[in-house]
């Protein structure tokens, strides 16, 4: 007999793959009301994990418009060389690294994570990976991408 349990590992191998999953819908259903505690909670988890997971979950904020969608992700400190970016047609993924400052003094108290981070946020519609184009400025990271149907509305006849 086979069975139909998932892995709980997402497609991209993340143990805590599902775990952003369920904080994205929950999330969304509170409207964002918790999301000092959400991110806290997974910065907690990525704390914990093995090494090569990753170390921290950066802020990200989704626009959207008529003809594309904008996903800004909060990364200070972070080189633009050490960002990666990754989009299909329902998600956007960006990780990378905040590396440690060379000759910086010992800190006696740190809330900004260093290492490697990774954030994966679903898209609200289809989109056109091809067309995806970032830019990097003031420690934000701005993805804007085409939506692969363009939102039109018609007027309706009432009878």
């Known amino acids: 007999m086979t069975s139909?349990?998932?892995?709980p590992?997402?497609?991209?191998?993340?143990?805590?793959?599902?775990?952003?999953?369920?904080?994205e819908g929950v999330e969304q259903a509170v409207a964002g009301g918790?999301?000092?505690?959400?991110?806290?909670?997974l910065s907690r988890l990525a704390a914990t994990a093995?090494?090569?997971?990753?170390?921290?979950?950066?802020?990200?904020?989704?626009?959207?418009g008529p003809r594309e969608i904008?996903?800004?992700?909060?990364?200070p400190g972070v080189n633009k060389a050490d960002i990666r970016v990754q989009v299909t047609e329902e998600a956007l993924t960006v990780s990378g690294r905040r590396r440690e400052e060379e000759g910086a003094p010992e800190a006696g108290r740190r809330?900004?994570?260093?290492?490697?981070?990774l954030r994966r946020?679903?898209?609200?519609?289809?989109?056109?990976?091809?067309?995806?184009?970032?830019a990097y400025r003031d420690g934000v990271l701005r993805v804007?991408?085409?939506r692969a149907r363009v939102q039109t509305g018609r007027s309706v006849k009432i009878e």
């Open 9 to 23: 590992q997402g497609p991209d191998g993340s143990v805590w793959e599902p775990v952003h999953d369920i904080l």
């Open 144 to 146: 804007t991408l085409a």
């Open 111 to 117: 809330e900004m994570p260093r290492g490697e981070f």
């Open 70 to 75: 904008a996903v800004s992700f909060a990364l």
């Open 34 to 41: 918790w999301y000092p505690a959400r991110r806290m909670l």
């Open 4 to 7: 139909n349990r998932r892995s």
């Open 50 to 64: 093995p090494p090569r997971l990753a170390a921290w979950v950066p802020e990200a904020d989704v626009e959207e």
């Open 121 to 134: 946020v679903r898209l609200p519609a289809e989109v056109k990976p091809d067309g995806a184009k970032a």
